[in-house]
């Protein structure tokens, strides 16, 4: 216990030699740019609802931004992967393979499309899917079959591998994507927490079939409540526009649809507000790659836990910063979590596995001994842009 107190002393002080005495959330949103203005804009355009330019110049520049070449904005990061999960043609009675690690809305959208989640391990390394385990474990539990991969136990097709990108740290999509494409899996990214991070010079959600993004208030960027469906595909990127539309045909005055689709759209004013964001981002990532830097001269000196740091290779946005505990201790770890709220420091432990959840419980799931440690293991703490300033 005394070891665990002189941690717990250490890691207060650290966290605040880098913010200040202040109280401190996890992550605030800033809008210190030009929010104020394209929101009053957009109001008195009248146009704040599910059609008007900020919707289209919003997608325009996270095309630019992300190299995708086609970007649909949404009311939600949820939203975003229901489609892009059913444009990847998962059907109901299908599975879908993510991580134990990761929020609830991945597992969620599994289920809205009436498939199953399936869910794998992860590795130290990146936070994201363990590449090798997946191919290890496919090999001993599947077979290809017509061309599908299907789960021996289940008898069910395995139609899409849905990594995420954690805490904006890329997950390996090079072997992931070598996992894909041996076992005829289709690829989409949650990268709802990597806006901004890169893997070499692709950006986090445009190496699969299909990528989404979040902007709800807690994320790199905020648009209020948002998200998008990133995709190379003409085809896919017209039917993520339908699909999000209630499926309305193109017409100057008939009102028709050709499908049951979904009232997604991302409404005008939200988008306002991401216009504005996106003009800050280059500024948000210097902030948060600061901070990254002044925490990791900061723990330089603690025993017994590790900043994480972006993969070799990688760029990550430092969505969150986050602090592993050398052993996974979940007496240490509660202790940490009182000792830094208590000093009026927000922290939160990683999300409780999706496999712990009462309505996943009963769910597939391939052996997770490293989701399971660094559940115990990874600690978030203060991370919002500006805590620290950039160098200029
Ligand atoms: C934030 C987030 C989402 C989407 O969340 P919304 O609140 O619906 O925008 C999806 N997956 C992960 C991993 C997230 O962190």
């Given at each position: 216990m005394h070891a665990t107190s002189r941690l717990c002393a250490e890691v207060v002080a650290a966290i605040k030699t880098v913010v200040g005495h202040d109280k401190q959330q996890l992550?605030?949103?800033?809008?210190?740019?030009?929010?104020?203005?394209?929101?009053?804009?957009?109001?008195?355009?009248?146009?704040?609802?599910?059609?008007?330019?900020?919707?289209?110049?919003?997608?325009?520049?996270?095309?630019?931004?992300?190299?995708?070449?086609?970007?649909?904005?949404?009311?939600?990061?949820?939203?975003?992967?229901?489609?892009?999960?059913?444009?990847?043609?998962?059907?109901?009675?299908?599975?879908?393979?993510?991580?134990?690690?990761?929020?609830?809305?991945?597992?969620?959208?599994?289920?809205?499309?009436?498939?199953?989640?399936?869910?794998?391990?992860?590795?130290?390394?990146?936070?994201?899917?363990?590449?090798?385990?997946?191919?290890?474990?496919?090999?001993?539990?599947?077979?290809?079959q017509d061309g599908v991969c299907v789960n021996r136990a289940s008898g069910r097709v395995i139609r899409v591998l849905l990594p995420m990108h954690t805490f904006g740290h890329p997950a390996n999509m090079e072997a992931l994507l070598a996992v894909a494409s041996d076992f005829h899996l289709r690829v989409v990214e949650d990268a709802a927490e990597s806006l901004g991070s890169y893997i070499g010079k692709r950006h986090t959600g445009t190496l699969g079939l299909l990528?989404?993004?979040?902007?709800?208030?807690?994320?790199?960027?905020?648009?209020?409540?948002?998200?998008?469906?990133?995709?190379?595909?003409?085809?896919?990127?017209?039917?993520?526009?339908?699909?999000?539309?209630?499926?309305?045909?193109?017409?100057?005055?008939?009102?028709?649809?050709?499908?049951?689709?979904?009232?997604?759209?991302?409404?005008?004013l939200n988008a306002a507000l991401g216009v504005a964001q996106l003009e800050q981002l280059p500024r948000f990532l210097s902030q948060k790659r600061a901070l990254f830097n002044a925490y990791a001269a900061a723990f330089a000196g603690v025993r017994g836990v590790q900043l994480v740091h972006e993969p070799q290779s990688c760029t990550s946005n430092y969505w969150l910063q986050t602090l592993l505990l050398d052993t996974p201790d979940a007496a240490v770890r509660d202790a940490l979590l009182d000792a830094t709220n208590a000093a009026g420091l927000m922290t939160r432990p990683a999300w409780t596995l999706m496999h712990h959840l009462p309505m996943f419980r009963d769910m597939p799931r391939a052996p997770l001994p490293v989701a399971e440690s660094l559940a115990l293991r990874l600690i978030n703490i203060p991370s919002s842009a500006g805590l620290v300033e950039a160098a200029t």
């Open positions: 992550h605030e949103p800033r809008f210190k740019g030009n929010e104020s203005r394209y929101v009053q804009d957009c109001i008195a355009s009248t146009f704040v609802s599910s059609v008007g330019p900020f919707v289209n110049r919003f997608e325009d520049e996270l095309r630019t931004l992300t190299g995708a070449a086609h970007a649909v904005a949404v009311v939600n990061g949820t939203a975003a992967l229901h489609i892009a999960l059913l444009l990847a043609g998962v059907k109901p009675g299908d599975e879908v393979l993510l991580p134990a690690l990761t929020f609830v809305a991945t597992a969620n959208a599994v289920a809205y499309c009436q498939a199953t989640p399936h869910f794998v391990d992860s590795e130290v390394g990146t936070l994201g899917i363990d590449a090798f385990a997946l191919r290890e474990y496919l090999l001993a539990n599947t077979v290809i990528g989404t993004l979040s902007f709800n208030g807690n994320k790199t960027i905020t648009t209020g409540g948002g998200g998008a469906i990133l995709t190379d595909s003409a085809e896919l990127g017209a039917k993520a526009k339908h699909l999000t539309t209630t499926g309305k045909m193109a017409h100057r005055w008939e009102y028709t649809h050709d499908t049951v689709a979904y009232n997604y759209r991302m409404p005008n």
